[in-house]
C-alpha cells in the first residue's frame, strides 16, 4: 500500500515535473507527515525510510518552482510567474515547507538527512527564509563532501554560491542544456534523431 501511494504520489501530483492545483495541498499532507512514526518504515527493495522519499519528493517538487527553473521558464514563457498562478501558491508555501524539513536536518539517517538538506537549500531561495542559509551552509558542505549523486551535489554548489559563500575550492558542475533533450548531439526532443 505505501509504496502504491508514494507511486501515484509521484506519477500524479509529480508529472512532467510540473506544478498543478494539487501539488501545493499534497506538499503540506506530506509535510505534516514526516514526523509520523511511520515513516520511519523502510521502503520495501530500497533499504531506505519512506520519511527520505517524501522529501526527496519534496526537493523534486520544490526544485521544480525553484529560482533557477522559474527564471529558465520565463525566457521562453513571459509572465509565467505571476502572483495568482498555482506556481506562485506553492512557491508561498516555501516557509512552511521549510520549518517541516528543518528538523530532519540532523536525522541519524544519512539518506533522511541528505534529502531533508536538499529541500532545506531550495526552499531557502525564499526571502522570508534568508536567516537561515548561513546555518545551510553547513549542510550543502556535508552534501558536497558526502553525496554520490552529482545532481544533489550542484543543488548544494549553486546554493552557496548564491549565497555570496566561497566556491572557489569546489569544482563547479557542468550546467545542463535546457534546450536539449536525451540526444547527445544537443537536438531538442521535438526535433527527429536523423
Request: with cysteine; proline share 7%; hydrophobic share 40%.
Amino acid at each position: 500500500m505505501q509504496v502504491t501511494a508514494l507511486s501515484e504520489l509521484s506519477e500524479l501530483v509529480g508529472h512532467q515535473n510540473s506544478i498543478y492545483e494539487a501539488t501545493a495541498p499534497v506538499a503540506m499532507y506530506v509535510a505534516g507527515i514526516l514526523t509520523h512514526p511511520a515513516a520511519m518504515t523502510l521502503r520495501p527493495y530500497r533499504n531506505v525510510p519512506i520519511r527520505a522519499t517524501l522529501l526527496n519528493w519534496l526537493v523534486s517538487t520544490a526544485y521544480d518552482a525553484s529560482d533557477e527553473i522559474v527564471d529558465r521558464t520565463e525566457q521562453y514563457l513571459p509572465g509565467f510567474l505571476t502572483h495568482d498562478t498555482t506556481l506562485a501558491a506553492f512557491r508561498d508555501l516555501r516557509p512552511m515547507l521549510y520549518r517541516a524539513v528543518a528538523p530532519f536536518l540532523q536525522d541519524s539517517h544519512e539518506d533522511v538527512r541528505e534529502a531533508a538538506g536538499l529541500a532545506a537549500l531550495i526552499l531557502a531561495e525564499h526571502p522570508a527564509l534568508a536567516q537561515h542559509r548561513d546555518h545551510l551552509a553547513v549542510h550543502a558542505r556535508r552534501i558536497l563532501d558526502t553525496s554520490s549523486d552529482d545532481p544533489n551535489r550542484r543543488v548544494a554548489w549553486k546554493a552557496l554560491e548564491a549565497w555570496g559563500h566561497d566556491v572557489t575550492d569546489i569544482e563547479p558542475f557542468q550546467e545542463e542544456p535546457w534546450d536539449c533533450g536525451p540526444h547527445s548531439d544537443g537536438r531538442g526532443d521535438l526535433e527527429p534523431p536523423f
